[in-house]
C-alpha cells in the first residue's frame, strides 16, 4: 500500500463519502445521489462497466472502499456527458468518474494495463513536452504502449490508416521532428509541476 | 460588418493534424461569412477529455487559462472561439470551475505564476464555432451566400457529444438538438432530422485504448444513418469526424457491413454551398470522397 | 305555496336551437300537450332582457312554475336563478341539437326528440313544489372536538378565530397527543433544512388564553345524539352535557404494536427501539444520545424503514403511513447536529416524502451527509446486527449499529368498526355492504369514540384498514354522519402540516355544516338544497329498508319502527327514496311522480314506426355532465332514440320507474351512476352500489314481462367518460335492433 494511500485510511477511518467528498474533483456533488440509475442507463459504455456510476455511488455511500478503488469501471468513461446532462439532481457524474479515476491513480492504485490509464497517460506526457500534443508522436507511443512486438503488430495493422491519413494531409511525418509547441516548452513545464505540486498538497491536508 | 473573434484552433486543427480539413474548410467558411479569426498566439493544447487523468484537476484547468489570459490579452475585446469541442468545452468548464471555487482560482494563478501570466476571471463564456453560426450569423445569414443549393443531398447531422453536452447551444434539447439540419436545410440540403444517433458517442478518445467497444458505437452511428438513406455524415467535431470516417474499414471487417459513407465537418458543407471548389472545402483531406459533394463543388 | 299553480313556459331560439328544431311545433305542444298556463319564445333567454322577462311573469304572478326549453340544466345556472321556484328544464341545446347531426334525414327523430323534452318538462314541473327548510334546528356555533392532539388543537383554534367557540374532549391528561412527546418536527417552513420546534407548547398557550375554547381533559363521550345544529353530548369525566353545532373527530392514531416484530429485534433488546421511542430518547438525552442497554454514547445508528408496513404478512400494516421516512430523515439529523461524524444510515425500499417540503428535507437529509440505502432488512439480531439486501447492488450486506430505530406506522384510532357489528336485519344490506367487510381491520372490540345515539351504529364509518370513510376525491372531511368531521390520521395516514391543513379543513366544513343546519340547508354536494324527504307514514310497511340503505345514518326508528327523520343529517340524495318499495317518501321538487310523469308523456310511436324509445337515467353529478360534454365537443352523437332524465343519484332510482317505463313501450334502460366500490366516486358514497344492488333483482320483473334482460343496463360513468357515455346509449340502441322491439306498445 503507498503511503498515500495508509496516510488516507487511517485519516478517513471508513468514511469513504467524506474521502471522495474532499479529494475527488466535484466529488460534493455526489451527495445528492439520489440512486434513480439514469446515469448507469445513459451511459454508451455502460454494460461494460463492473460496478456502473449508480453502483460506484452506492459503493461510496456504503463505505466499500477497496472495491471501488480496486476497479477499473470508471475507466470506460468516454466524457460524453450524457450522465451529467441527464441527471435530476446535478450530480457532476463524468468530472466525479474522472476525479476517482485520477484519485486511484494518485493513491498508487490505477489498475494495472488498464489500456485507458495508459494512454492517457501517454496523451498527458505529450501534451507537457511541447504545450502541445503531437498526434504523431502520440500515435506511435500508442502502438508500442504494450511493448515493442506488440507495437509493431499494432502500427503495421494501422498503417493503412496511416497511409491514407498522409495523403489526406492530415498527418505530417514531419511532426516526428520537433513539431509544433508553445514557444517556451520548459515555462508551460515549470507551470504544471506547480499545479501538480499544490494540487498533491492539499490532498496530503498541507493546506498552503 | 465582419464579425471578428478571438480564436483558439486547438491541436488537431493544426495544419496537418487529423482534423486539418476543419481547419481549411473553416477559413473558407468563415471568409464567406464575412467572419474574421484572429489566432491566438502561443495557445497550448486543452487537455481535451482524457487529460484528468495524468494532469488531474488543477493542471487541467491551469492549462486553459493560460490560453484564456492570453486571448484576453492579445484580443481584449473579442469572444474566445474554438472549433474544436473539446477545446470550447475545457476552457468554458476552466472559466466556471475557477469562478466558483476562489480556492482553485488562486492556485491556478500561483502555477501560472511561474510563467508570469494572470488570470482575471471570467469574462464571457468561451464560445463554439457553431454557436457563432447559429447565434451571431443565424440560420438566415448562413443561407445568404449560397450559390450552389445543396437540392437533393441527404445529409445525416451528427452532432455528437461535447458541443451538446453539457453546456450546448442554447434553445437547443440535449436529447435531440436540430442546429445541424437547421444549417443543411439552410444550404438547401435535406435534413434527416429524425436520425436517431445524432447525439450518441462514438466512443471520444477511447477509439485508442478501446477500439472494439469504441467501433460498436461507431458502428451503431454509420447503420442509423444507412438506414435513413444519408449521403453523408455531417459533424462539428474533429473527433467524431475522425472516428466515424477512419475505421469504417475495420468495422466492415469486424461486422461484415459495406460500410462506405462520407463524413464532414458542417463547415465543408457550407464552403461547398457558397461556391468554393472542392479543394478550398478540403474535401481533397477525406478518407472517404464525398463524391456528391465534389461533384456540386466541380460543377 | 301559491292557491293557483301557473306554469310559465319559455322557449330559447338561441345557440342554433331556433334553426335547428321547428320551435312553433314545441310552443304547441307545451301548450296543448304539456297544458301549461302560458308558452313564450325568445331568442336569447339567457339574456338579460329574457331573464327579465321571466322574472316579471313571476312578480306579476303568471309564473308559479317554470319550464324552461333551452340549454342544459347545468349550463346559465346563474341567469336561470329564480329562488326556490320549482323549475323543469327541458334540454334542446346538449341533450338535442348538439348530440344529433345536422342531417336533413335526421331531422324528424331530432324534432321528435325536442318535441318529448318539452311534454316531459311541462309535466315534471307541475308535481314540484316550492321546499322550504324546515326549522329543525337554531344555530348553534359551538363546535366540539373530540381529541386534543396537534389536529384537535388546530381545529379549535381555527374555529376559534373565526368566531365559533370550541371544546376540546381529551381522554388523556394533557394536550399535544403524539407530537407533544417529540422532540422536533419535519420543518414547515423554506427553506426545510432542519427539524424545527413542535410549537405544541405556544398552542397549549394560545387555548389556555383563549376564552371560547373550553378544554376537557381525562373525558370521553359517553353518549352523542342529535344532528347538525342540535348534537347533545354527555362528556364524561368533565360531568357535563352540552349542544354543538357540529363535531370534528380528530382521535388519531395508535402507534403500531412494534411486538409484532421480533424477527426485527424489537423486544430481543432495549436497543431496538421505534421512531417514538426515540423521540422520547431523545427528548431526555443531556448533551449526546446514548443507547438503552448500557448508556453508551450512539456512534453508529441505522432506521429500518417500513418496519410492519406496506406488508400483507400476518399482523403486518398494508399501507404507507406516509409520514416515518421524513421523520427518520429527522431522526438522522438529530444525530448528525449532535455529532456529525455519527454513522446514520436509512435503509428503505421506497423512500417516500411527501411534497415539495419533503423533497427539499430529503435533500437536507444529504447534505448533512445521511447515508440513505435501498435496502431490505431481513434480520436485526439481538446483538443488533442488521442483515439486509442491497437492492440497488444486488448483494447481501450487514451493518452493526449502536442503535436500531424502527419505523413502524401508525393505526387510526377510529373506534367501532359499525360494519362488522352492524345488525344484519336485512339482507339486502348485508349483500350491499359485503364488499367492505371483506378488508377490514378486525377493531370489534375496540371502545367506541363518539358513542352515536344513531340506529347505525356508535361510530363513524370506516373505509379500509380502520380508516374512517370521507369522499377521497370531492369531499375530503365529508363522513358519512353528516356534521361529524374527521381530520388527521384518523381520516388516512398522515403527517403533522398535514394534519395541520386537515385541522383547518374540517374546521371549515363544520362551520359550514353548524351554519347549514340552522338553515335548513344540505351539506355537500347538494350544499343549499332546501328539499329534504317527506315520508307519508300512513303507507309505511316499518320495512326499514330507508334507515338501512341511507348512506348517511340520517333516519332513526321509533319504538314502533317507524322511519324518524332527521332532516339536518340528510344530504339529500333519495336513497331512502329509491329503497322505499311503497313509495311513501318524496322531496317537494323531485320525487317518484316527477321522474313518473316524464316516462309517461313521452310519445312512444307504434312498433311498426321502427322507432324504438330509449330510457337514460343519469346521474346528475357525473354522468348526466358527461354527456352534456360529449355534446359540446361536436364531434360525438347518440342515438335520438334516447330520453335522458336525470337523477340526484342512482341511489334515488326507484325500481318502478323501470318497471313503469317498460310497461308503456320503452324498448331499452340504461342507468349510469358514479363508481362503486372501495374506491367508490359516488357523490353519496353507496347510492350507486344500492342501485346496482336493486338492479340485480330486476330480472324478476323482467321475467314477469317476459322480457329479454338485455333491455336493462347498469354503468359506471365517471364524469370523464365522455365517449364512454354516450357508447353505452348506442349500446343499447344496438341491442335493440338486435332483439327487436319492445311487444308493449300501445
Request: hydrophobic content about 35%; some cysteine; overall charge negative.
Amino acid at each position: 500500500m503507498s503511503d498515500l494511500n495508509q496516510k488516507m485510511v487511517e485519516k478517513y477511518k471508513g468514511n469513504f463519502l467524506q474521502e471522495v467528498i474532499n479529494n475527488v474533483e466535484e466529488g460534493e456533488t455526489m451527495k445528492m445521489c439520489m440512486q434513480c440509475g439514469v446515469c448507469s442507463g445513459s451511459c454508451p459504455l455502460g454494460p461494460h462497466w463492473e460496478y456502473p456510476p449508480q453502483h460506484i455511488f452506492m459503493l461510496i455511500r456504503a463505505g466499500k472502499r477497496d472495491e471501488v478503488l480496486n476497479t477499473d469501471s470508471f475507466w470506460n468513461c468516454t466524457s460524453c456527458y450524457n450522465c451529467i446532462a441527464r441527471c435530476p439532481r446535478g450530480v457532476q457524474i463524468t468530472h466525479v468518474m474522472h476525479g476517482l479515476a485520477r484519485y486511484q491513480k494518485v493513491l498508487g492504485l490505477a489498475p494495472k494495463n488498464q489500456p485507458t490509464e495508459k494512454f492517457s497517460q501517454l496523451f498527458w506526457d505529450n501534451l507537457v513536452q511541447k504545450g502541445r500534443v503531437n498526434e504523431l508522436k502520440l500515435g506511435l507511443s500508442l502502438y508500442f504502449m504494450n511493448g515493442f512486438g506488440e507495437g509493431i503488430k499494432t502500427a503495421l495493422k494501422n498503417q493503412k490508416l496511416g497511409m491514407a491519413m498522409m495523403k489526406a494531409k492530415r498527418m505530417n511525418p514531419a511532426e516526428m521532428f520537433g513539431g509544433h509547441g508553445v514557444k517556451d516548452p520548459a515555462g508551460f513545464q515549470k507551470m504544471v509541476k506547480k499545479a501538480h505540486e499544490l494540487e498533491a498538497a492539499r490532498i496530503a491536508g498541507e493546506e498552503s | 460588418m465582419a464579425h471578428e473573434y478571438s480564436f483558439y484552433p486547438g491541436c488537431s486543427s493544426q495544419k496537418g493534424a487529423s482534423g486539418s480539413n476543419q481547419m481549411v474548410s473553416n477559413e473558407t467558411m468563415c471568409d464567406k461569412l464575412d467572419i474574421k479569426l484572429n489566432a491566438i498566439d502561443d495557445w497550448n493544447c486543452c487537455g481535451a477529455s482524457v487529460g484528468y487523468s495524468g494532469g488531474g484537476e488543477l493542471a487541467r484547468l491551469t492549462i486553459s487559462a493560460r490560453n484564456i489570459a492570453i486571448s484576453e490579452k492579445q484580443h481584449p475585446d473579442q469572444d474566445l472561439i474554438a472549433t474544436c469541442p473539446a477545446c470550447w468545452l475545457a476552457t468554458r468548464e476552466t472559466q466556471e470551475r475557477l469562478h466558483d471555487d476562489p480556492q482553485m482560482m488562486s492556485d491556478a494563478n500561483k502555477a501560472l505564476a511561474e510563467i508570469g501570466v494572470e488570470y482575471q476571471g471570467i469574462k464571457k463564456p468561451a464560445r463554439h464555432m457553431t454557436e457563432v453560426l447559429v447565434e451571431d450569423i443565424g440560420f438566415d445569414g448562413i443561407a445568404k451566400p449560397v450559390t450552389k443549393p445543396l437540392e437533393g443531398l441527404k445529409i445525416a447531422g451528427y452532432v455528437g457529444c461535447q458541443s451538446n453536452r453539457p453546456y450546448g447551444i442554447a434553445g437547443e434539447s440535449f436529447e435531440n438538438p436540430m442546429y445541424l439540419d437547421k444549417m443543411s436545410e439552410a444550404v438547401g440540403a435535406e435534413a434527416l432530422t429524425g436520425y436517431e444517433k445524432k447525439a450518441s458517442c462514438c466512443g471520444g478518445a477511447l477509439m485508442f485504448s478501446e477500439q472494439e467497444k469504441s467501433q460498436a458505437l461507431v458502428k451503431e452511428i454509420i447503420e442509423a444513418a444507412y438506414d435513413h438513406g444519408a449521403d453523408m455524415i455531417m459533424t462539428p467535431c474533429a473527433m467524431c469526424q475522425m472516428n466515424v470516417e477512419a475505421y469504417q474499414s475495420d468495422i466492415n471487417e469486424k461486422y461484415g457491413t459495406k460500410f462506405d459513407i462520407p463524413v464532414v465537418f458542417y463547415s465543408q458543407v457550407l464552403s461547398v454551398a457558397y461556391g468554393s471548389t472542392a479543394s478550398e472545402a478540403a474535401l481533397d483531406g477525406q478518407l472517404i470522397a464525398p463524391k456528391k459533394l465534389i461533384d456540386i463543388a466541380n460543377k | 305555496m301559491a292557491d293557483e299553480m301557473k306554469v310559465a313556459g319559455y322557449i330559447c331560439t338561441g345557440c342554433g336551437i331556433g334553426d335547428r328544431l321547428d320551435a312553433g311545433q314545441l310552443e304547441m305542444i307545451a301548450t296543448r300537450e304539456g297544458r301549461i298556463a302560458s308558452c313564450k319564445q325568445h331568442e336569447f333567454l339567457c339574456s338579460a332582457e329574457g331573464v327579465k322577462m321571466i322574472k316579471d311573469d313571476i312578480d306579476s304572478g303568471e309564473a308559479t312554475h317554470l319550464m324552461i326549453a333551452a340549454c342544459s340544466r347545468r349550463a346559465k345556472t346563474d341567469a336561470f336563478s329564480f329562488g326556490e321556484i320549482p323549475m323543469a328544464r327541458a334540454n334542446l341545446r346538449e341533450g338535442v341539437i348538439w348530440i344529433r347531426p345536422e342531417d336533413p334525414e335526421q331531422d324528424e327523430t331530432t324534432q321528435e326528440m325536442a318535441d318529448d323534452y318539452i311534454r316531459m318538462a311541462c309535466n315534471e314541473v307541475k308535481q314540484m313544489n316550492k321546499p322550504e327548510r324546515s326549522g329543525e334546528q337554531e344555530l348553534n356555533k359551538n363546535i366540539l372536538v373530540v381529541g386534543g392532539g396537534v389536529t384537535g388543537m388546530t381545529a379549535a383554534i381555527e374555529a376559534s378565530k373565526a368566531g365559533y367557540p370550541a371544546t376540546i374532549v381529551e381522554k388523556s391528561d394533557h394536550l399535544g397527543g403524539a407530537l407533544a412527546g417529540f422532540s422536533k418536527k419535519v420543518p414547515s417552513k423554506a427553506p426545510y433544512a432542519e427539524p424545527e420546534d413542535t410549537g405544541i407548547a405556544e398552542m397549549i398557550a394560545a387555548i389556555e388564553a383563549d376564552d371560547t375554547i373550553t378544554v376537557h381533559l381525562n373525558s370521553k363521550l359517553a353518549k352523542t345524539s342529535g344532528a347538525p345544529g342540535r348534537f347533545v353530548a354527555e362528556i364524561e369525566g368533565a360531568g357535563v352535557t352540552s349542544e354543538f353545532g357540529a363535531i370534528i373527530q380528530a382521535t388519531g392514531f395508535t402507534p403500531y404494536d412494534a411486538n409484532n416484530l421480533p424477527e426485527l429485534g424489537y423486544g430481543k433488546t432495549p436497543d431496538v427501539v421505534t421512531q417514538l421511542e426515540l423521540e422520547a430518547l431523545v427528548k431526555d438525552a443531556d448533551g449526546a444520545i446514548k443507547r438503552p442497554s448500557d448508556g453508551k454514547e450512539v456512534e453508529s445508528v441505522v432506521f429500518v424503514q417500513c418496519a410492519g408496513q406496506r406488508s400483507t404478512k400476518e399482523n403486518h400494516l398494508e399501507y404507507c403511513s406516509g409520514f416515518c421516512c421524513t421523520t427518520s430523515i429527522k431522526q438522522a439529523m438529530y444525530f448528525k447536529e449532535a455529532n456529525g461524524d455519527i454513522n446514520t444510515t436509512i435503509l428503505f425500499d421506497d423512500l417516500r416524502t411527501p411534497g415539495a417540503a419533503g423533497e427539499d428535507f430529503y435533500r437536507a437529509g444529504q447534505e448533512a451527509g445521511v447515508t440513505f440505502r435501498k435496502g431490505k432488512v431481513s434480520e436485526v439480531d439481538g446483538s443488533l446486527n442488521v442483515k439486509f439486501d442491497d437492492l440497488i447492488l444486488g448483494m447481501e450486506d450487514n451493518i452493526q449499529p449502536d442503535l436500531v430505530v424502527l419505523a413502524t406506522g401508525m393505526v387510526p384510532n377510529s373506534g367501532v368498526n359499525i360494519e362488522a357489528i352492524a345488525p344484519k336485519d336485512d339482507e339486502e344490506a348485508e349483500a350491499g355492504e359485503q364488499t367492505e367487510n371483506d378488508d377490514v381491520v378486525a377493531v370489534i372490540d375496540a371502545e367506541s369514540i363518539l358513542n352515536l345515539d344513531y340506529r347505525q351504529g356508535p361510530d363513524v364509518p370506516q373505509l379500509v384498514n380502520g380508516f374512517t370513510d370521507s369522499h377521497f376525491i370531492c369531499f375530503p372531511y365529508e363522513t358519512r354522519r353528516t356534521g361529524i368531521y374527521t381530520a388527521g390520521p384518523v381520516r388516512r395516514p398522515m403527517d403533522v402540516e398535514q394534519a395541520k391543513s386537515d385541522a383547518m379543513g374540517a374546521a371549515m366544513k363544520a362551520i359550514q355544516a353548524a351554519e347549514n343546519a340552522a338553515l335548513g340547508r344540505a351539506a355537500h354536494p347538494r350544499s343549499g338544497d332546501l328539499s329534504f324527504p317527506k315520508f307519508r307514514l300512513e303507507g309505511c310497511t316499518q320495512c326499514k329498508r330507508c334507515t338501512v340503505e341511507c348512506p348517511f345514518g340520517a333516519i332513526n326508528e321509533d319504538e314502533k319502527g317507524y322511519p324518524q327523520f332527521n332532516e339536518a343529517r340528510c344530504r339529500r340524495c333519495g336513497t331512502c327514496m329509491g329503497a322505499c318499495p311503497v313509495r311513501v317518501i318524496s322531496f317537494e321538487n323531485y320525487n317518484i311522480m316527477t321522474v313518473s310523469e316524464q316516462i309517461k308523456n313521452v310519445d312512444i310511436p307504434d312498433e311498426f314506426d321502427e322507432k324504438p324509445r330509449i330510457l337514460v337515467l343519469a346521474c346528475e353529478n357525473d354522468a348526466y355532465p358527461a354527456l352534456d360534454m360529449a355534446a359540446a365537443t361536436g364531434k360525438i352523437e347518440y342515438s335520438a332514440f334516447a330520453r335522458v332524465i336525470p337523477v340526484r343519484c342512482l341511489g334515488s332510482v326507484s325500481t318502478i320507474w323501470i318497471q313503469e317505463s317498460l310497461d308503456s313501450g320503452f324498448d331499452g334502460v340504461v342507468l349510469m351512476g358514479c363508481k362503486k366500490g372501495a374506491d367508490y366516486q359516488c357523490h353519496f358514497v353507496k347510492g350507486s352500489e344500492m342501485a346496482h344492488y336493486r338492479m340485480g333483482k330486476i330480472g324478476d320483473t323482467l321475467e314477469t314481462l317476459s322480457l329479454e334482460k338485455e333491455r336493462v343496463a347498469i354503468y359506471e360513468v365517471a364524469i370523464t367518460d365522455i365517449e364512454k357515455a354516450p357508447q353505452y346509449i348506442n349500446d343499447m340502441a344496438a341491442t335493440i335492433e338486435e332483439i327487436g322491439m319492445s311487444p308493449f306498445k300501445f
